[in-house]
T-cell receptor, first 114, second 113 residues
Framework: EPEVTQTPSHQVTQMGQEVILRCVPI?????FYWYRQILGQKVEFLVS????????KSEIFDDQFSVERPDGSNFTLKIRSTKLEDSAMYFC????????????FGPGTRLLVL | GDSVTQMEGPVTLSEEAFLTINCTYT??????LFWYVQYPGEGLQLLLK?????DKGSNKGFEATYRKETTSFHLEKGSVQVSDSAVYFC????????????FGQGTTLQVKP
């Protein structure tokens, strides 16, 4: 069964450093998402992406965050200057449409900012 | 704004016990409702969904009914197994049509033999 993959599974970085989290969505999917979950808190929506554009972003997704689909397979989340409060599990998801289709989630990247 | 509230966990049950995990929502319009499950070390997997009032989603013995009058989508299973131990998330898809999911805080279920 096709699945969403994410790399790395864990990342430790120093405050102020840039990090790039990578995702390979399911190959024929058109809609891509990032969510995050701070330890002990809810899973929160960050951004949705379709047709090489952001279609919606949350208040969390400020100028420090960016997303890119650099080629036909990868979908990346970049945090330009990490803060302590960016420490969280980041989930990538993809779906065929934005409507009734199921979103398929990757296993997540656990980011720790020191 | 739209929101989802789940019962606090952890929930600890013996094998073959009846499970209910409560979920209520606040939303404008007619959102779709979902239950996702996260097994240890894995990503979120869709367990079941319902897209309109009175729909019942079911999968692997789990059921949930979309109740618009009580804005609820409670998860139930008649007889849990040890393998059901996981974190369960209730979610709604906002009516913004961008696919954005709004999650509850998750409920940890531990089933003991």
């Amino acid at each position: 069964e096709p699945e969403v993959t994410q790399t790395p599974s864990h990342q430790v970085t120093q405050m102020g450093q840039e990090v790039i989290l990578r995702c390979v969505p399911i190959s024929n999917h058109l809609y891509f998402y990032w969510y995050r979950q701070i330890l002990g808190q809810k899973v929160e929506f960050l951004v949705s992406f379709y047709n090489n554009e952001i279609s919606e972003k949350s208040e969390i997704f400020d100028d420090q965050f960016s997303v890119e689909r650099p080629d036909g397979s990868n979908f990346t989340l970049k945090i330009r200057s990490t803060k302590l409060e960016d420490s969280a599990m980041y989930f990538c998801a993809s779906s065929w449409t934005s409507g009734e289709e199921t979103q398929y989630f990757g296993p997540g990247t656990r980011l720790l900012v020191l | 704004g739209d929101s989802v509230t789940q019962m606090e966990g952890p929930v600890t049950l013996s094998e073959e016990a009846f499970l209910t995990i409560n979920c209520t929502y606040t939303a404008t319009g007619y959102p779709s409702l979902f239950w996702y499950v996260q097994y240890p070390g894995e990503g979120l997997q869709l367990l079941l969904k319902a897209t309109k009032a009175d729909d019942k989603g079911s999968n692997k013995g789990f059921e949930a009914t979309y109740r618009k009058e009580t804005t609820s989508f409670h998860l139930e299973k008649g007889s849990v197994q040890v393998s059901d131990s996981a974190v369960y998330f209730c979610a709604l898809r906002a009516t913004s049509n961008t696919g954005k999911l709004i999650f509850g805080q998750g409920t940890t279920l531990q089933v003991k033999p």
